[in-house]
T-cell receptor
Framework: KQEVTQIPAALSVPEGENLVLNCSFT??????LQWFRQDPGKGLTSLLL?????REQTSGRLNASLDKSSGRSTLYIAASQPGDSATYLC????????????FGSGTRLQVQP | EPEVTQTPSHQVTQMGQEVILRCVPI?????FYWYRQILGQKVEFLVS????????KSEIFDDQFSVERPDGSNFTLKIRSTKLEDSAMYFC????????????FGPGTRLTVL
C-alpha cells in the first residue's frame, strides 16, 4: 500500500528565505505527483503536477523536482513571502490504473514578515 | 478561471439523518471525485466517477454512500444515515482525463454530525 510522508510537519521561516519541502513515497510505481496548497479551513489549490517521466516543473517562484526511483519529491519556494503561509500537500497517483490520489499529511509553513 | 464549486459550505446534521453534498465540476471535465479530510488527518479518497458510473471506490465508501450526476452539471454525494465519524471536510474534484491531467478541487463542505 502506498504511503506518502512529508517532512517537516511544520516550518517557520523569515520572509525572503528560500526553502525546501520534502515528500517521500514508498511505492515508486507512480504515474504522477501533484503539489497542493491548503489555506486553513479551505480547499486545495493545485500548484504543480509532475509526470513520472519528468524530473522537475516550475511555476513562478515554485520548483518541484521528482526522483521516482528513490521515491522522493521536493518543492522549492524561492524568496518566501508571508502570503506563502499555508499547508503544502503532496499527492501521488499510481501507474496501476488506480485513479485515486494518495496524500501526505502536509507541511505547515509560516513565513514571518 | 473555471473552478469547482461546492454547496453548502457547512452542513450540520443529526446522527442518522441523510445528507446530500453538491458539487459543480469544471464544465469540460469528464472525471469526478470525492475525497474527505477528517480534522487533523490526511485527505482520503472516497470515489471516482466517469461516464455516469463509479470507476473506483475506497473501503471507506460503503453502502451508506452513493454518488450521482443528476444532470449535466451537478455531481452529488449522499450519505444515507450519518454517523458521528462522518464529520469531516468533503472535497469534490474533477479532471479532464484521468491520467496526464491535474485534479482540481473545490472549496469543500464541512459536515458536522451531532
Amino acid at each position: 500500500k502506498q504511503e506518502v510522508t512529508q517532512i517537516p510537519a511544520a516550518l517557520s521561516v523569515p520572509e525572503g528565505e528560500n526553502l525546501v519541502l520534502n515528500c517521500s513515497f514508498t511505492d515508486s510505481a507512480i504515474y504522477n505527483l501533484q503539489w497542493f496548497r491548503q489555506d486553513p479551513g479551505k480547499g486545495l489549490t493545485s500548484l504543480l503536477l509532475i509526470q513520472s517521466s519528468q524530473r522537475e516543473q516550475t511555476s513562478g517562484r515554485l520548483n518541484a523536482s521528482l526522483d521516482k526511483s528513490s521515491g522522493r519529491s521536493t518543492l522549492y519556494i524561492a524568496a518566501s513571502q508571508p502570503g506563502d503561509s499555508a499547508t503544502y500537500l503532496c499527492a501521488v497517483m499510481m501507474d496501476t490504473g488506480r485513479r485515486a490520489l494518495t496524500f501526505g499529511s502536509g507541511t505547515r509553513l509560516q513565513v514571518q514578515p | 478561471e473555471p473552478e469547482v464549486t461546492q454547496t453548502p459550505s457547512h452542513q450540520v446534521t443529526q446522527m442518522g439523518q441523510e445528507v446530500i453534498l453538491r458539487c459543480v465540476p469544471i464544465s469540460n471535465h469528464l472525471y469526478f471525485y470525492w475525497y474527505r479530510q477528517i480534522l487533523g488527518q490526511k485527505v482520503e479518497f472516497l470515489v471516482s466517477f466517469y461516464n455516469n458510473e463509479i470507476s473506483e471506490k475506497s473501503e471507506i465508501f460503503d453502502d451508506q454512500f452513493s454518488v450521482e450526476r443528476p444532470d449535466g452539471s451537478n455531481f452529488t454525494l449522499k450519505i444515507r444515515s450519518t454517523k458521528l465519524e462522518d464529520s469531516a471536510m468533503y472535497f469534490c474534484a474533477s479532471s479532464v482525463q484521468v491520467l496526464n491531467n491535474e485534479q482540481f478541487f473545490g472549496p469543500g463542505t464541512r459536515l458536522t454530525v451531532l
